[in-house]
C-alpha cells in the first residue's frame, strides 16, 4: 500500500515537472484546453448562483409584500371600526343641527330632550321616557314634537324624566285639520302591528292614523296633508301629522273617515322637543 501510494506521488510529482518545462507552445495549448473544458462547469455554477441570489431576493420581496398587505388589512380594520364609531355620531350630530335650526324657525318655546328609554320593554311603541322634567320646566300634557313632525305628549313627570304617550298609542287623540278649508276632525292611534322586522329594540311598526267625523262633503284627496288644528288647548296649530292614506265612509254614510300616514320617524327617536309654550314676541 506505501508502494502505491509512493508510487502515485512521483509519477503526480512527474507530470507537474513535464509540464513546468513543456515548450511555451505547447503549454498555452493545454493551459487553453483546460480553459475550454471548465468554462462549462463554471458558466453552469455561475448561473445556478444567480439563480439563487434571484430566488432568495424573490422570497424576499413576497414575504414584504404579505407583510404589507397584512398591516394594511389591519390598519382598514381599524378604519372600518373607527367609521361604525362615527356613522352614528354623525347622525346625532345631524338631527341636533336640525332640531336646533327648527326651534330658531318655530314661534314656540321648547326644551330639548334625550329619548332614554322606550316602551315597557317589549316593543310596543306606547311610551317614551325623557331626561328632563319639573326641574325644567316640564309639566303633563305638553306637546312632543321633532322637526318632522309630532310625536305625542307628556303624561307622568318628576323632577328629572318625564314620560311621553306617542300619537301610535289608540287612546292618544287630537284636533287636526287638512289642507282643504273646513275639514276638520279628530284623530286618534293606530296601534300597532306585527308586520315590522326586528330593529333598534323596536318589535311592531305604527298602523295609520285614523282620523274620525270627517264631513262626508270633503273631497279629501290621497297625499293632502295633515296639521294640528289649535282645538283642544294642548297642541298649538300648524304642526305637521302626517299625510292621507285613503278616505271611506263609516258604516252610516254621514261621515268619512281617514287612513294617515305619520310623519315623524317614530321607531328611531333619539331626542325630541317638547312644547312649553308660545314665543313671547308671537303672544
Excluded at 121 to 142: A, P, S
Excluded at 242 to 257: A, I, M, N
Aim: neutral net charge; aromatic residues 8%; proline residues 4%.
Amino acid at each position: 500500500m506505501r508502494d502505491k501510494n509512493f508510487l502515485f506521488w512521483v509519477i503526480l510529482a512527474t507530470f507537474f515537472l513535464v509540464l513546468l518545462n513543456l515548450p511555451p507552445a505547447v503549454s498555452s495549448s493545454l493551459r487553453e484546453f483546460f480553459r475550454e473544458s471548465m468554462a462549462t462547469y463554471q458558466g453552469g455554477v455561475t448561473r445556478l448562483m444567480s439563480g439563487v441570489q434571484r430566488t432568495s431576493s424573490a422570497v424576499g420581496n413576497i414575504t414584504e409584500v404579505i407583510q404589507e398587505r397584512d398591516r394594511l388589512d389591519r390598519e382598514a380594520a381599524v378604519l372600518r371600526a373607527r367609521l361604525r364609531t362615527l356613522e352614528p355620531l354623525a347622525r346625532e350630530n345631524e338631527e341636533l343641527r336640525t332640531q336646533l335650526d327648527y326651534q330658531k324657525r318655530v314661534s314656540l318655546k321648547t326644551v330639548a330632550c334625550e329619548v332614554i328609554a322606550r316602551d315597557d320593554g317589549y316593543g310596543w311603541w306606547q311610551t317614551l321616557r325623557l331626561d328632563k322634567g319639573r326641574k325644567h320646566g316640564l309639566t303633563g300634557n305638553m306637546p312632543v314634537i321633532t322637526p318632522d313632525g309630532v310625536v305625542g305628549r307628556t303624561t307622568e313627570v318628576s323632577d328629572q324624566t318625564c314620560d311621553v304617550l306617542l300619537i301610535s298609542d289608540r287612546s292618544f287623540k287630537v284636533s287636526v285639520r287638512f289642507d282643504q278649508e273646513g275639514s276638520f276632525g279628530i284623530l286618534h292611534g293606530g296601534g300597532v302591528s306585527l308586520r315590522g322586522v326586528h330593529s333598534t329594540g323596536v318589535l311592531c311598526v305604527p298602523g295609520p292614523f285614523r282620523v274620525d267625523y270627517l264631513r262626508k262633503d270633503l273631497a279629501i284627496q290621497a297625499g293632502e296633508r295633515v296639521m294640528t288644528s289649535g282645538l283642544g288647548g294642548i297642541f298649538p296649530p300648524g304642526l305637521m301629522v302626517g299625510r292621507v292614506v285613503r278616505v271611506t265612509f263609516d258604516e252610516t254614510g254621514l261621515y268619512q273617515h281617514g287612513d294617515v300616514e305619520p310623519v315623524a320617524d317614530l321607531g328611531r327617536l333619539r331626542s325630541v322637543l317638547v312644547v312649553t309654550g308660545q314665543q313671547s314676541g308671537d303672544q
